[in-house]
């Protein structure tokens, strides 16, 4: 039952044309991910001082930057560590606010409004001023980056679960379960999260976008990941100094930005309106 369920969501995902304007995006910014050594033209890292800051020429589609190094190399390296700091921070950001969101829902009680305070808590501090300040604590890094944007972003997960769980707890199939002596760590992940999968989805699909440019931002402020290291934040901040010799060098890496954000939420979009059963 469940696998015809799965089914019919990818079939009505195939049929919505803004979800799947955003998997082909994402499809092309994950091939050039994971092809990046075959499809950059160059090392990313290769310096070439007599060429500095050139335009697009036949060597050079992007031109160079500061350094003489090939933009479009960059930003295709560069690819590979914004997507996985936007895709292990919305996991790891995703298992703590689930795992804290079931137990409060399930549990209630003093367990609930512990987590809640502790929540809201979260919830008030300003997120990116936050993250900057844990980054720069922890020293620059791809590890500190992921662990700060996921301490500060799991409380989106916990409210939306905690609310899904305290309903379906009172359904009779739960109820049952209960009568037969399930334990509650089964009723949580055997009974509660499977029937509340579809919200967590949606949140996680459009906070990846979120987290892409939190990452970004962190790095054009010079706190995230350090050069030598390419990434579309750290190539903005770059080629924001140069922006009227060589546009490209910030227009390349902003336009990859917009890309992935935008192929999430377009995909985040999808997901709403298929599991929506108002609009459905």
């Given at each position: 039952?469940?696998?015809?369920?799965?089914?019919?969501?990818?079939?009505?995902?195939?049929?919505?044309?803004?979800?799947?304007?955003g998997i082909i995006i994402l499809v092309c910014l994950v091939v050039m991910a994971v092809f990046a050594p075959w499809i950059a033209p160059c090392d990313p890292n290769e310096?070439?001082?007599?060429?500095?800051?050139?335009?697009?020429?036949?060597?050079?589609?992007?031109?160079?930057?500061?350094?003489?190094?090939?933009?479009?190399?960059?930003?295709?390296?560069?690819?590979?560590?914004?997507?996985?700091?936007?895709?292990?921070?919305?996991?790891?950001?995703?298992?703590?606010?689930?795992?804290?969101?079931?137990?409060?829902?399930?549990?209630?009680?003093?367990?609930?409004?512990?987590?809640?305070?502790?929540?809201?808590?979260?919830?008030?501090?300003?997120?990116?001023?936050?993250?900057?300040?844990?980054?720069?604590?922890?020293?620059?890094?791809?590890?500190?980056?992921?662990?700060?944007?996921?301490?500060?972003?799991?409380?989106?997960?916990?409210?939306?679960?905690?609310?899904?769980?305290?309903?379906?707890?009172?359904?009779?199939?739960?109820?049952?379960?209960?009568?037969?002596?399930?334990?509650?760590?089964?009723?949580?992940?055997?009974?509660?999260?499977?029937?509340?999968?579809?919200?967590?989805?949606?949140?996680?699909?459009?906070?990846?976008?979120?987290?892409?440019?939190?990452?970004?931002?962190?790095?054009?402020?010079?706190?995230?990941?350090?050069?030598?290291?390419?990434?579309?934040?750290?190539?903005?901040?770059?080629?924001?100094?140069?922006?009227?010799?060589?546009?490209?060098?910030?227009?390349?890496?902003?336009?990859?930005?917009?890309?992935?954000?935008?192929?999430?939420?377009?995909?985040?979009?999808?997901?709403?309106?298929?599991?929506?059963?108002?609009?459905?």
């Open positions: 039952m469940r696998g015809t369920d799965d089914w019919a969501v990818l079939r009505a995902l195939a049929k919505h044309k803004i979800a799947v304007a310096q070439d001082l007599y060429r500095v800051l050139e335009g697009p020429s036949r060597e050079h589609l992007l031109g160079t930057d500061d350094v003489g190094r090939d933009l479009l190399s960059r930003v295709i390296y560069g690819s590979r560590v914004t997507l996985l700091i936007g895709v292990l921070s919305t996991l790891f950001a995703a298992i703590i606010g689930v795992m804290l969101g079931l137990v409060a829902g399930y549990k209630g009680g003093v367990l609930d409004m512990i987590i809640m305070r502790l929540t809201d808590t979260f919830m008030s501090m300003p997120v990116l001023i936050m993250v900057l300040v844990m980054v720069a604590a922890q020293g620059p890094g791809v590890r500190s980056v992921i662990v700060a944007i996921t301490v500060f972003t799991w409380t989106g997960y916990a409210r939306i679960v905690r609310g899904q769980a305290m309903l379906v707890r009172e359904l009779p199939f739960v109820e049952a379960a209960q009568a037969l002596g399930a334990s509650g760590f089964r009723i949580m992940f055997r009974h509660l999260l499977p029937n509340i999968m579809a919200p967590i989805i949606v949140t996680a699909s459009i906070a990846l976008g979120g987290n892409i440019m939190l990452e970004s931002a962190v790095s054009f402020l010079g706190l995230g990941v350090q050069p030598p290291t390419p990434t579309w934040g750290n190539e903005l901040r770059i080629g924001y100094s140069y922006l009227e010799i060589v546009p490209l060098f910030s227009i390349a890496p902003g336009l990859m930005i917009t890309l992935a954000v935008l192929a999430f939420n377009f995909i985040g979009d999808g997901l709403r309106d298929v599991y929506d059963p108002r609009i459905r």
